[in-house]
């Protein structure tokens, strides 16, 4: 390959959560550090283990050679980036500079949208598990969350409950939704015809719907994303989508993300409410650490990238399917995360999640309790990070927690 995925990165007291909270003792949320002996494998918050872009790196750097850093607008080249990005990946149609507008995070646009959509004390359909940033955005909110849960099919292929969905819009009044697509944690990437028959419940039931789409860069090679508004004029209009390079590119630092809504009225409003705080503006950085992920280097190390984490998807669930009896994993089709199910290892052995969970901590793999998620008996581990590495944290599973005495 000709981008590095393998150095090891000494995150370590350079501003990583994922690695410097652990030993962080002023934070009671804090985890527990590691027995002597060993070190931290950062595999719960999402963010990514490998170097940089040299894309991004670069174009971040070449500003700061500049040596100004005053109020500044937002460049034709941003939002030049953006379209060019949407179209060539996800085949967007007709996307214009007043369509996209920037936001403090995806999950600051989805408060944004929500004030737009939502009065305090309305219900918003999500399904479950569910990613823990809905919950507490819209809790915070004082928005009431009405889950509809995925179910397993025969082939253990994660699926909507149309018709769940379709009876809790109607017995709850709803009148908005999130949709997660590619979805977190379970990882799946919706077919064509789910979206359309997704999308399809909202028109009849007049739901608008908010559109989590960070993930959609991530997929197994052989997939292609479906972007919600795409899939009919209709959805077109009543999405309200968001994205960022955050994900992708392991930016969360930087901070930026964007909208895309095609309906000059939700568009209006979207930018009258996330003007309200008055600090929802781009940062000058993030703004050119955008333009160099969206250029045609970035666009050929985010495919690289894709290769990598599919290569450590199939290495992690074959190991765990051959090793870790009772514990069941599904092959996420998109995301960098697995989504564990230790229900059936746990009975057979008379243990809890938090015996597992703590067994892990204990040897320095930092992976994350699912049941914020929704996952009664679940862990939700990240794998973005060196294939050497992700082998070593495999081998501590297999060693002290799943098959140690």
């Given amino acids: 390959m000709k981008y590095d995925f393998t150095t090891i990165l000494d995150r370590g007291g350079h501003d990583s959560v994922a690695v410097d909270a652990v030993t962080d003792r002023s934070n009671p949320n804090a985890p527990t550090p590691p027995k002597p002996g060993f070190d931290v494998i950062p595999m719960w918050i999402a963010d990514m283990s490998f170097p940089l872009c040299p894309a991004v790196q670069k174009a971040v750097a070449d500003r700061l050679q500049v040596p100004h850093c005053g109020y500044f607008a937002p460049r034709k080249e941003y939002f030049d980036s953006i379209i060019r990005w949407q179209t060539q990946r996800n085949g967007a149609q007709g996307l214009a500079r007043e369509h996209i507008s920037y936001e403090n995070g995806v999950l600051g646009g989805l408060m944004s949208a929500m004030n737009v959509l939502c009065s305090r004390g309305d219900k918003v359909l999500v399904h479950s598990p569910t990613y823990i940033g809905f919950t507490n955005t ?81 997929l197994r090679p052989e997939l292609s994303h479906v972007p919600t508004q795409s899939v009919s004029p209709d959805a077109r209009e009543r999405t309200i989508a968001l994205y960022a390079p955050s994900k992708t590119f392991s930016l969360a630092g930087l901070v930026g993300a964007y909208h895309i809504a095609y309906n000059k009225r939700l568009q209006d409003r979207m930018i009258k409410e996330s003007s309200l705080s008055h600090y929802n503006n781009i940062n000058l950085l993030s703004m050119y650490a955008l333009i160099g992920a969206y250029s045609a280097e970035g666009e050929a190390w985010s495919q690289e990238l894709r290769q990598v984490i599919a290569q450590n998807v199939d290495h992690a669930c074959a190991y765990i399917q051959d090793r870790f009896p009772g514990v069941e994993v599904i092959k996420p089709q998109g995301t960098y995360m697995l989504y564990l199910d230790c229900t059936k290892w746990c009975e057979e052995r008379g243990k809890t999640i938090d015996d597992v969970k703590q067994a892990g901590w204990d040897v320095g793999i930092g992976w994350q309790d699912g049941r914020a998620f929704h996952g009664p008996c679940h862990l939700r581990v990240n794998l973005a990070l060196p294939l050497s590495r992700l082998q070593e944290a495999l081998e501590r599973m297999d060693q002290y927690v799943f098959n140690g005495k």
């Fill in 138 to 218: 819209l809790t915070n909110a004082g928005l009431h969350i009405i889950h509809s849960p995925l179910y397993k099919d025969q082939d253990s292929v994660w699926r909507m409950d149309f018709e769940d969905m379709e009876k809790k819009i109607v017995e709850h009044s709803i009148h908005t939704a999130i949709f997660c697509s590619p979805h977190n944690p379970t990882g799946r990437v919706w077919d064509r015809w789910e979206v359309e028959k997704y999308m399809d419940i909202c028109q009849k039931h007049d739901v608008y719907v908010v559109s989590d789409e960070i993930w959609s860069d991530i």
